[in-house]
Nanobody
Framework: QVQLVESGGGLVQAGGSLRLSCAAS????????MGWFRQAPGKERDFVAA????????YYANSVKGRFTISRDNAKNTVYLQMNSLKPEDTAVYYC?????????????????WGQGTQVTVSS
């Protein structure tokens, strides 16, 4: 079992930055692919970014590539999402998720564990 707790969301103006954190329980954190997803009101939950257990491979949705950076600290059982140059369309609830499947990493259904989500609101 893995429990995930996100933090770091908030209200920011367009062009600003936020850093989300996701703290995980458990002693096998480094064996999990970690992902970030987001869900805007009335829309499906979408893939944002993911990285492998070692952190050596990262994956990004086209909409955030070049603006967001995913990273992890396995000693702290924590994964991060640095979000720069934020746009109003980035407004959503952001979820952290974990899976032991190495691929594919985009589908929501492939992730076994989810956090409760943290709200990110970008004002224009």
């Amino acid at each position: 079992q893995v429990q995930l707790v996100e933090s770091g969301g908030g209200l920011v103006q367009a062009g600003g930055s936020l850093r989300l954190s996701c703290a995980a329980s458990g002693r096998t954190f480094s064996s999990y692919v970690m992902g970030w997803f987001r869900q805007a009101p009335g829309k499906e939950r979408d893939f944002v970014a993911a990285l492998t257990g070692s952190g050596s491979k990262t994956y990004y949705a086209n909409s955030v590539k070049g603006r967001f950076t995913i990273s992890r600290d396995n000693a702290k059982n924590t994964v991060y999402l640095q979000m720069n140059s934020l746009k109003p369309e980035d407004t959503a609830v952001y979820y952290c998720a974990a899976t032991q499947l190495q691929s594919p990493i985009v589908p929501v259904a492939n992730y076994d564990y989810w956090g409760q989500g943290t709200q990110v609101t970008v004002s224009s």
